[in-house]
């Protein structure tokens, strides 16, 4: 029975030490949490007073180590190019969507409803039938013989 309880003390003390060893790492933890807040709120800071002042929507670029503002020219020209490539693609893109649900809408359509609710079977009978166009063709004819 002693070597038993000698186990248990054994056990209990491990236990202890594991639980105290947690303990003080969280509290640790918990202490450093306003120390890292306020350096990465400094550091951000120092970044943003660091940066060029922009006065327009382009990008500056700030020449670091052996760029060479050529350099630079040519990355802001790729970089407009693929910007161009990109929207144009989209624009493609969109109209070949519309075409296709065009292609596959027209033939679901039946025109001859539209046109006996229209009252209109051609385009043929719908001038055949204006009014305005044997009212010109009066005046024309009134119009000439007036003169002659």
């Given at each position: ?22 303990g ?50 040519n ?74």
């Amino acid at each position: 029975m002693d070597t038993f309880n000698f186990a248990d003390n054994i056990v209990i003390k491990t236990l202890k030490m594991i639980f105290a060893s947690m303990g003080r790492a969280t509290l640790k933890f918990f202490r450093e949490i306003p120390a890292k807040v306020k350096s990465h709120c400094v550091l951000k800071i120092n970044e943003y007073k660091s940066r060029p002042k922009r006065t327009e929507m382009n990008k500056i670029y700030v020449l670091v180590g052996y760029t060479t503002k050529q350099h630079v020219e040519n990355k802001y020209r790729t970089e407009h190019l693929l910007i161009t490539v990109r929207r144009v693609l989209l624009m493609i893109i969109l109209l070949e969507m519309l075409l296709i649900s065009i292609n596959k809408i027209v033939p679901l359509v039946d025109f001859s409803q539209y046109q006996n609710i229209l009252g209109i079977s051609s385009i043929d009978d719908m001038t055949n039938n204006d009014p305005f166009t044997t009212e010109i063709k009066e005046t024309e004819s009134s119009m000439i013989s007036i003169d002659g």
